[in-house]
């Protein structure tokens, strides 16, 4: 099942929001609001890029970052 693009990219900009407002009331480096939302983005730029190939054939000129700590994972 494809998803529409659109309501793909409202759920990014939702993530990118909830991101938002989540720094801004950080309680400290390792705050598990902020980490959540970090996740939320990554997860929800997946599925619109995802969505926007299957509609369209086109990406974005962009790219989920990984710690170095994923990368290793993934050599093992």
Same mark, same amino acid.
């Given at each position: 099942?494809?998803?529409? %693009?659109? &309501? !793909?990219? +409202?759920?990014? @900009?939702? =993530?990118?929001? *909830?991101?938002?407002?989540?720094? @801004?009331?950080?309680?400290? +480096?390792? $705050? %598990?609001? &902020?980490? =959540? =939302?970090?996740?939320?983005? !990554?997860? =929800?730029? +997946?599925?619109? +890029?995802?969505?926007?190939?299957?509609?369209?054939? #086109? &990406?974005? %000129?962009?790219? &989920?970052? *990984?710690?170095? #700590?994923? #990368?290793?994972?993934? $050599?093992?």
């Amino acid at each position: 099942m494809s998803t529409d %693009p659109r &309501v !793909a990219l +409202e759920a990014l @900009q939702a =993530a990118l929001t *909830e991101h938002l407002v989540a720094a @801004q009331n950080s309680r400290g +480096e390792d $705050d %598990p609001t &902020v980490e =959540a =939302a970090f996740f939320s983005i !990554a997860d =929800a730029f +997946e599925a619109y +890029e995802d969505a926007l190939y299957d509609a369209t054939g #086109e &990406v974005t %000129p962009l790219d &989920v970052f *990984e710690d170095d #700590e994923d #990368e290793d994972l993934d $050599d093992d």
